[in-house]
Structure formats: structure tokens, C-alpha cells
């Protein structure tokens, strides 16, 4: 027998130790997330999994779930800070959708379709970061990259390479790869790794094969991330 | 610090990793010493680090860009930070750099072309009662004046030694003004160890409970239960790590009581580590105060020999316990415990998720008991005379003294120790401060406190400080305090979480459009909203915190923002006649076209 | 009387006007709504009075910025209208190059270029400004409908919304930054 929670008033059954994500999403419910991924460690900086835990914030992909404890997940109140957090995101690097691979597969616009963000809001950053073109199979597009560390964990953890590392502070942090070219194509980095495809983003992305699948079939097309995360 | 050769940079990079033992850990302590050698850390000389550490390059690079004083882009012979709190602002701080760089030629925050020097920016160095001050170096100066600027400027064109400056520059102060249970004994080194063993560990840490000790480093919890808590958790290894970072903007009682009572900081930490099995303690010490370094190795040595550190201590078979100074690079977050062990492991300060907490999962993993450096220091006292008289001092809630670190508008800035439970208005006047319009406690991340206030105590239950007590009389502008302190929180987030790292951004960028007089009523909620956001969302104690002097002087000092909205109607944050400029240059236009006017 | 709507292009490629005319036979039914003040739809050159204001486009010069503040000052709704007036789209692409170096290079050094050729400073050419900037940086907005274009089926949904007195709310399909 496993112990339940109550997310949103409905029953999740959990075992020891299992985060609220982990067992929300084994019980087929969605929590937005960008940061979070199955096959990770949680990390938790993206902060879109804020929940309330019996009356306090805090970030579900970390929190362990306890017996009978009432988790809000799907407020007004949640969703409206989730907004604002992905409007920060939007600002910070530069996204101009329309020509990025990415669009329609994207988790960042996915999820800001889910909750509605009809606009970026902030003032742009625009910041000026490069292209890194140098790898034979795969490009990095350091303009949309939201600093998940998923490629840096999945390099790390997956791929034992440690191909990408997180340096520089504030809102001048930024991704870097384990040369000291700077170039990717002077890392262990090939196209076969975990990292490759994981970035939720349209970061790293593999060359020669861009806007394969037509707009109106991309996986967010076809299900909003929501209803394709419920199952 | 001239140019090195490749192959004597590679030696003096051998030599710093030697020392270091060639410990992954230490990776911080090696990348600041080579920095302090060589004035700059190219891509080649992190990459030799790292596969000497077998560290990857990224990783060390991302360790190496985290801390503000390690230096990767532009060397200087002369580095200079001014220290950039308000309270040394309200000295002329601003004016006396400005200054320095016009007698230098240079721009603000960059290198001269021919490599000589660069002046810019810190956080608070701690010096707020002897300021303005700076850091040259790494070495502090203390009570900048025109004519030191003017001085200064010579020697750096002479390009003299800062080893051959004039002494008296770089004397800093202790400016203890008032001593209560904890300043104003004498000590005997190796008293409190003594007493503490004659206690035992079990009877030790009970004194501690019932004095009812509380971390002095801001948060208030209870020493006992940590060190208990610690002392039960399972492992064969644990820590003591003394929490010197003392980073909150307007806080320098630990710079005083390591310049003046280190003996008490040290045996502090022996007496944890007595009472929850430790061998070993780690001080860390913010960069900041580097020039403390020597001094505290001096004593170490001198503990050592006299048989109060190491095995053994006073004789007391298996009662082994040593220490070990980490020196900070410049990151206020690596003040927050569990960012402060990912430093000392050497890696990015960025604060860790939380449970495991450090008392079962510290440094390395290992159990350990982060205290402040006055906690530890507290603990002697409550060794020599027990816990019950201790807990007489002070209130019920807040036993015992705490050291205040006043600064600012007042004839007598410097060390306050007080009982728990004094009011803001004695301080006040024991430091001579007349005509005071608010009182920043504990630092930005604490409270504004305006003067319908001034009965409050300062003591846990009521105002709960870390130490800082920043004065402002009335003359003084609280918007631009807030900004100051929103330049602080923007400058020292981590960048780990999405809305401390774009939040304090954009707190940042609103305060300056509010100032630049382009700010309206929709700017002033934005600010609002920004506080709940990152109130509830932020990963780390100073997300939470970020907005709190914004919102508590808009709260408190309203009319101090509203008297620069311009206009009720939502304005840009740019100007825009001046966004007009380049083209106007490359065109050399001038006609009424040429130029927009700012509505309303 | 029925409310009236004007429309503009900025820094934008007329893409989501076109999409608007993508609507087709129902822009009859929009005519019997609404009444259409200045638009390139019906070379009306002059702002009055308006309901709503579509801005297509993000603003890259003073005129730009002069117009945008016209429809302000007479449109009781502005609704930027497309990719370019949320976000700053195609033209905001310049934004991490400096003004200067773009201006010398378009006009002055790339090859193919006419001797002697200058930077254009005929008063009458409006002056870019040094950024491209969403029309939210400039003046308030009420409400943004992304898009690039916005599809007609997500324009006519926006539009009845708004009309009817509705906050106009994009179903799945039709929320589209792309
Ligand atoms: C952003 C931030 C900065 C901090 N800086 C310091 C500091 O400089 N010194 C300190 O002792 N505690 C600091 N703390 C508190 C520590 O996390 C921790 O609570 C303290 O060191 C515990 O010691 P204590 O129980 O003796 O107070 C900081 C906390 C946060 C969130
Ligand atoms: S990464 Fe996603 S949000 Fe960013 S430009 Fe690409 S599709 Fe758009
Ligand atoms: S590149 Fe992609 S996976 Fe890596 S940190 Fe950036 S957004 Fe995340
Ligand atoms: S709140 Fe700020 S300092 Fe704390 S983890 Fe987040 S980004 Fe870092």
C-alpha cells in the first residue's frame, strides 16, 4: 500500500522518498515544468513547479510528498507567477520563434501556450550571445538558452563526458563547453549522445535536418503540452 | 605581476597546486592564489588546473567566472574595487572615484590599454565605519580622501609596489565602542577549551541548551539542537565550519571580532567540535578580508604549539581537532550555509536543495555544524561560566549580547555590543545620531525601520538582525538606498533560479528607470509584483529577501518614489530623443526631425 | 453608431494585414460591426477617433514612434497585432549589432555599392533609433495578439472577442508565437 496526497483535491498515490513531481507525473498528472526531467536528478532552478504545499510555496520536483499533505497545483495564483517566470525567461534571451527549428517541439512555447502568455511583457534584454557553428552534426544556438543544465547533467551523468558546464553569476550566467577554444567541435560532444537531444529548447541542435515535420503536425501541434504530459 | 612566460606561469601554477595538495576540493583556494600571482586567469592556465585537479575545463572555468575578484577577461597591474554600499556613497565615495579614473585616463570598470590599471565596483567591504574604502590587490584601504586618491594616482603611474605604500593606508580600525558579557572580559587562551572539557561533550552542549543559544548569523536557530542534531547524525567524519563571509552590506562586526578576539572565534569552534565529534573546523573567510589572513595563520601557529590545536589538545587524549582558513573570491551568496560548502568543496556558490541539511549532509557529504563566527564565539563565554548565567542576559527569546555593526550618519560609527532587547532608539543615541530618518537593520535583507519605530528591541522576536545597523538622517534620499541595495541584489544573485537571476535584473533596471525620472504609477506595481514573485518562487534565502528594501520603502517612504514619477501615464525606460543618437551622429542631422520629444 | 477600428504597419512586413484579409468573406461581416478609421485597407492616412488600434509591427525609427503615440492618443484600445509588436520579431534581429556599424556597412563599404555613396540624411527620411523595440517598451498596450502572422482564424476569434466586449482569449492552435 501506498500513501496518497491530495494534488488539486484529487488523490496521488506515492511511495517513500518519490518527490510530488515524480508521483504527479507517474499518476499522469501535469505539473509545468522546464527544468525537471524523468531520467535526472531534480534540479530545481527553474522554479515553474512552484506548488503550495499545505499553505507554503515550494518547488514540487524537490519536495518530498507526505501522507494526506494538500498540494495546490493549477490555481490562478500558481499559474500567474508560472506566467510571469516564463515572460522572464522570454526577456532574458532572445526567442524569435518564428525562425527557430524548435518552434512547435519547444517546451518553453509549449508551456507558455499552456498557460496562456499572450505577450513577453518585461522589457527585452536582447542580449548579444554567439552561435556556435563549429561542430560537424550538431549547433548551438546560445540565444534561447533557458539554463535548465539538463545538457549539463545529461553530458555529466549519461554521456560521462562533462561537455557542458554553467559559468559567469546573475543574469550574466551563462552555458559554456568543456574546451578552451570555446568551440564545441574541440569536445567529446558527438551527435549520439544524451545531451544532443534533450535540450528542451532550441539550443543544441542537430545540423542538416531542420523543419523536417510540418507546421500543424510538431509535436505541440498536435497536443497542448499539458494534455501530451497527462497520459 | 609581470608578464610571465608560459613556462614560468606553468611553474608558479605547479607551485600554488603543490601547496594546495592537489586537492579537487580546494579548487577555489588555488584558482584565488594564482589570480593573486599572476593577475589573471587565461583559458591555458585553467586548463592546466583542471587536468592537474582532473577536473574538466568547464567545470573550473564555471567555478573561475562565479567569483567576482577572479579576474578572466582583463588583467590590470593595479585592480581597485571601490566599495559600492550607500553608506560609503554618503561619504563620497562616488565622486572620489570618478575622480581616480579621470587622473588615470581610464574608463570606469575597465582595464587601461597599456594593462596598467582598472578601477571599479564591489559590494560592501566591510569598512562601512572607516569608509571610503577600497580594495587594491586584494588589500584593504580604509578613509579615502581626495588628496589619497590624488597620491594614489602617482604611485600607480610610478608603478610602486602596494607592498611600499604608505603604511597608514591600509590601518584599519576596530572602533569598539561599547563592550557588554562578550567584549568587555579578559581571556586567557585556552580557558574556555579547559573549561569546556572539564564539562565533558554531553554537559557542554547541555550548557549550550540551556543557555539557549542562537545562531547570530541571522536566522536565529537554535545552537543546541544544531550541534545535537549533528553530533547524533551517522558518520564517522564530521565538521565544524565557522561562517565568516559576513557579506549583508553594513555588517563588520566578524572582521572585528577576528581582528581583535580570534582566540575566542578558534576556541569557539574547538568547543563545537568537542561537543559533536568533530576533528576538524573550516573557517571561511570572505575575500574581502584577506588582509586578516596572516594574522589568523600567526595564531593557528601559535594554538598549535601551545597545544590548544591538534592532537591532543591540553592534553586530553583523542581530543584532536585543527583548523583551516578558506579564503571567499567575492560572492555575498556564499554567506548562505549551504552555498558556503559548495564553495569550500570548490565548486560555483550556488546554494544547495534542501533536506539533506548540512547537519547530516555538510562538507563532503560529512555531518557539519555551520555557526556564525559570533555564535562560536558566544560558546566560550557559555563554557567559562555556564548556560544559566548566560541566559540571564538579554530576553526570554534572545538570550545574551549581540555586536551591532553601526554605521552611517552618526558622530560615533563602529561595534555596539548590546543585551538582546535593546532599543533602536538607544543605539541611536549612543552613537550619536541626531535628526535620523531611518534605520536599515540587519542589512538590505533586512528591515527599513522608520522613526515612529525607534522603540522597537532589537532581539529576535521583535527585529531580528544579523549585525548591521545603517544609519540615515534626514537629509538622506531612501530612494536611492533602495536602489543601492536593488544594485546589491542584482549584482549578487547566483543566477541559479529563474526569478532571482531575471527578477533582480529587472528590479534593477526599474529603480534606474524610476530614477532617470521616466518611471509612472505601472512601474511601482511591477515592483510589488516582483516581490511576491520572488517572495514565493526564489530557490535561496536572498531571492526571498531581494525585494524587501524596495518594498519596505515604498511602503514606509513613498513620497520618496513618487516625486520622481513624471508622468501618471506609462513612459518608456529609455529616452528616446537619445535613442536617436547614432543615427543623428552617422547622418549629422540636426533638424526638428532629427529629435523626439518625451511625452506627457 | 458602430465602434471604429484603425490599423497600421511599423517596422513589420504587412504579413498580418494580409493575414487579416485571410479572413475573407467574413470581412463583410466585420464592415457591418465595425467602421474602419486610417488603415492601408482603405488608405485612410489620418487618425481619429477609434475603438480599437491593430499595430503591426515593433517600432524602429521616429516615425514609427510618432505614430505609435498618435493611435494612443486616439485609440481607447491598442492591441499590438502580430510577432513584431509583441516581441520585436524579424526587424529586432539588428538589435545585437551597433547602429553605427550596420549604417556604415549597408551604405558605405559592402561591395556592389556606387562610388561615392553616403549614409542617406535626407530630412525626410525618418531616423532609425540605435534598438528596435516591441510597442510595449514605448506605450502602454492593452492587449497582444502573437503570431507571425497570427492566423485568420485567431485574428477573427481576437477581433469578435474584442468587439462583443470580451477579454479575448486564444484556444490551442491559435496561440502561436511562430
Ligand atoms: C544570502 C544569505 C547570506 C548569508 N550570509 C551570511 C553570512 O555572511 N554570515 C553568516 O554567518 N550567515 C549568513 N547567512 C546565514 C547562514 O545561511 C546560516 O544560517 C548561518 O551561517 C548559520 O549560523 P548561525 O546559526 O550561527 O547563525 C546567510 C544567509 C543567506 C540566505
Ligand atoms: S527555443 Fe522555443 S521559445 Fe525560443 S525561439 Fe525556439 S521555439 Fe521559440
Ligand atoms: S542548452 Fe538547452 S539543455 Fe542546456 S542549459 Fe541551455 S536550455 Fe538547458
Ligand atoms: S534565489 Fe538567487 S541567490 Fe538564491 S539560488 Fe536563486 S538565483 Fe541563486
Known amino acids: ?231 | 605581476m609581470q608578464a610571465q612566460s608560459a613556462s614560468q606561469q606553468a611553474e608558479i601554477v605547479a607551485n600554488i597546486l603543490q601547496r594546495q595538495r592537489r586537492d579537487p576540493a580546494r579548487l577555489v583556494q588555488v584558482l584565488r592564489e594564482i589570480d593573486e600571482v599572476l593577475g589573471e586567469l587565461t583559458p591555458e592556465v585553467l586548463a592546466m588546473v583542471g587536468e592537474q585537479l582532473k577536473r574538466p575545463f568547464a567545470e573550473v572555468a564555471g567555478v573561475a567566472g562565479f567569483y567576482h575578484f577572479l579576474e578572466l577577461e582583463q588583467r590590470a597591474r593595479y585592480r581597485i574595487f571601490w566599495s559600492d554600499n550607500i553608506i560609503e556613497q554618503m561619504q563620497g565615495s562616488t565622486e572620489l572615484r570618478e575622480e581616480m579614473c579621470r587622473l588615470l585616463w581610464i574608463e570606469p570598470g575597465r582595464a587601461s590599454e597599456d594593462g596598467l590599471v582598472k578601477v571599479g565596483l564591489t559590494s560592501c567591504i566591510g569598512m562601512g565605519d572607516q569608509g571610503p574604502a577600497l580594495l587594491v590587490n586584494g588589500r584593504t584601504v580604509t578613509r579615502m580622501t581626495r588628496a589619497r586618491v590624488a597620491a594614489m594616482v602617482e604611485l600607480i603611474r610610478g608603478g610602486a609596489l602596494v607592498g611600499n605604500w604608505p603604511e597608514e593606508w591600509f590601518a584599519v580600525a576596530d572602533n569598539i565602542r561599547r563592550r557588554d558579557i562578550l567584549l568587555g572580559r579578559s581571556y586567557k587562551a585556552g580557558a574556555a577549551i579547559a573549561a569546556a572539557l572539564a564539562r565533558g561533550p554531553a554537559a557542554m552542549l547541555g550548557e549550550i541548551q540551556s543557555a539557549r543559544l542562537r545562531g547570530r548569523g541571522g536566522a536565529g536557530f537554535s545552537t543546541a539542537q544544531k550541534w545535537q542534531a549533528c553530533r547524533d547524525a551517522p558518520g564517522d567524519v564530521r565538521y565544524v565550519v565557522c561562517n565568516a563571509d559576513e557579506g549583508e552590506p553594513g555588517t563588520f562586526k566578524d572582521r572585528v571580532l577576528l581582528s581583535a578576539y580570534a582566540d575566542l572565534v578558534f576556541e569557539g569552534m574547538c568547543i563545537a567540535g568537542l561537543c559533536i565529534g568533530a576533528r576538524q573546523g573550516l573557517l571561511y573567510l570572505r575575500g574581502e578580508y584577506r588582509y586578516l589572513l596572516e594574522a589568523l595563520e600567526a595564531n593557528l601557529a601559535r594554538r598549535r604549539a601551545a597545544g590548544l590545536l591538534g592532537r591532543d589538545i591540553l592534553g586530553a587524549a583523542g581530543y584532536d581537532f585543527d583548523i583551516e582558513i578558506h579564503l571567499g573570491a567575492g560572492a555575498y551568496v556564499c554567506g548562505e550555509e549551504s552555498a558556503l560548502l559548495e564553495s569550500l568543496a570548490g565548486k560555483r556558490g550556488v546554494p544547495r536543495n534542501r533536506p539533506p541539511f548540512p547537519v547530516t549532509h555538510g562538507y563532503l557529504d560529512c555531518p557539519t555544524a555551520v555557526n556564525n563566527a559570533e555564535t562560536l564565539a558566544a560558546a566560550c563565554l557559555i563554557a567559562e561560566n555556564g548556560g544559566v548565567c548566560y541566559a540571564a542576559i538579554g530576553t526570554e527569546m534572545s538570550t545574551g549580547s549581540k555586536l551591532l555593526s553601526v554605521s552611517g550618519d552618526c558622530a560615533r560609527p563602529g561595534i555596539y555590543e548590546y543585551p538582546f532587547g535593546v532599543t533602536v532608539a538607544q543605539v541611536l543615541a549612543d552613537a550619536g545620531a541626531n535628526d535620523t530618518q531611518a534605520v536599515q537593520v540587519s542589512g538590505p535583507s533586512g528591515v527599513c525601520v522608520a522613526p515612529e519605530e525607534f522603540g522597537r528591541r532589537l532581539a529576535f522576536e521583535d527585529l531580528p538582525s544579523a549585525g548591521a545597523f545603517m544609519v540615515f538622517g534626514a537629509s538622506r534620499d531612501m530612494f536611492e538606498v533602495a536602489r543601492n541595495f536593488a544594485h546589491f541584489f542584482a549584482h549578487e544573485s547566483c543566477g541559479f533560479c529563474t526569478p532571482c537571476r531575471v527578477g533582480t535584473a529587472l528590479v534593477k533596471n526599474l529603480m534606474d528607470k524610476i530614477n532617470a525620472g521616466h518611471g509612472s504609477p505601472a512601474d511601482i506595481n511591477e515592483l510589488f509584483k516582483l516581490q511576491r514573485l520572488m517572495e514565493s518562487t526564489a530557490h535561496c534565502g536572498l531571492g526571498h529577501s531581494a525585494c524587501n528594501p524596495v518594498a519596505d520603502t515604498l511602503k514606509k517612504f513613498r513620497p520618496a518614489y513618487q516625486r520622481r514619477l513624471h508622468s501618471t501615464e506609462f513612459e518608456p525606460a529609455f529616452d528616446l530623443d537619445y535613442a536617436l543618437s547614432q543615427a543623428r551622429q552617422m547622418t549629422g542631422r540636426d533638424d526638428a526631425g532629427a529629435h523626439l520629444a518625451n511625452e506627457s | 453608431m458602430k465602434p471604429k477600428i484603425a490599423t497600421t504597419s511599423l517596422a513589420g512586413c504587412f504579413g498580418c494585414h494580409m493575414s487579416l484579409l485571410d479572413i475573407d468573406l467574413r470581412l463583410l461581416e466585420l464592415l457591418q460591426r465595425v467602421e474602419f478609421d486610417r488603415s492601408p485597407i482603405n488608405d485612410i492616412k489620418t487618425v481619429g477617433p477609434c475603438a480599437i488600434g491593430l499595430i503591426e509591427g515593433g517600432v524602429c525609427n521616429a516615425e514609427n514612434v510618432e505614430v505609435l503615440r498618435e493611435f494612443r492618443r486616439h485609440c481607447k484600445i491598442i492591441v499590438a497585432f502580430g510577432a513584431c509588436a509583441v516581441n520585436g520579431g524579424l526587424p529586432a534581429q539588428r538589435n545585437h549589432l551597433d547602429l553605427r556599424d550596420i549604417l556604415e556597412e549597408v551604405y558605405q563599404t559592402s561591395p556592389g555599392l556606387a562610388p561615392g555613396c553616403s549614409i542617406p540624411n535626407d530630412p525626410e527620411l525618418p531616423l532609425p533609433l540605435n534598438k528596435v523595440h516591441p510597442i510595449h517598451e514605448i506605450v502602454r498596450v492593452d492587449y497582444f495578439l502573437p503570431g507571425c502572422p497570427p492566423s485568420a482564424e485567431a485574428i477573427w476569434k481576437f477581433l469578435n472577442d474584442l468587439i462583443i466586449g470580451r477579454t479575448p482569449v486564444l484556444g490551442h492552435g491559435l496561440l502561436r508565437y511562430d
Open chain 1, 1 to 231: 500500500m501506498s500513501d496518497v496526497f491530495l494534488l488539486d483535491g484529487e488523490q496521488v498515490p506515492f511511495t517513500v522518498g518519490q518527490t510530488v513531481m515524480a508521483a504527479a507525473r507517474a499518476a499522469g498528472r501535469y505539473i509545468p515544468h522546464l527544468c525537471w526531467h524523468p531520467e535526472f536528478q531534480p534540479h530545481g532552478s527553474c522554479r515553474l513547479c512552484t506548488v503550495k504545499a499545505d499553505g507554503h510555496f515550494a518547488a514540487a520536483c524537490t519536495l518530498a510528498a507526505r501522507p494526506g499533505m494538500t498540494v495546490d497545483n493549477r490555481t490562478a495564483e500558481l499559474d500567474d507567477q508560472r506566467r510571469t517566470l516564463l515572460q522572464m525567461l522570454f526577456v532574458e534571451g532572445n526567442h524569435f520563434c518564428p525562425s527557430c527549428e524548435k518552434s512547435g517541439a519547444c517546451k518553453l512555447q509549449a508551456t507558455a501556450y499552456e498557460l496562456k502568455m499572450m505577450t513577453p511583457h518585461f522589457d527585452h534584454f536582447f542580449p548579444d550571445r554567439a552561435v556556435d557553428a563549429s561542430h560537424p552534426d550538431l549547433l548551438l544556438d546560445f540565444n534561447r538558452c533557458i539554463l535548465c543544465e539538463l545538457c549539463v547533467r545529461a553530458s555529466r551523468d549519461a554521456d560521462g563526458k562533462n561537455v557542458f558546464a554553467i559559468t559567469g553569476r546573475g543574469i550574466k550566467s551563462h552555458l559554456i563547453v568543456n574546451s578552451p577554444s570555446g568551440r564545441l567541435a574541440d569536445t567529446a560532444m558527438s551527435l549520439a549522445d544524451r545531451a544532443a537531444s534533450v535540450c528542451p529548447v532550441g539550443v543544441i541542435l542537430a545540423k542538416g535536418r531542420g523543419f523536417v515535420i510540418p507546421i500543424g503536425e510538431r509535436r505541440y501541434d498536435r497536443q497542448q503540452i499539458g494534455a501530451a504530459e497527462e497520459q
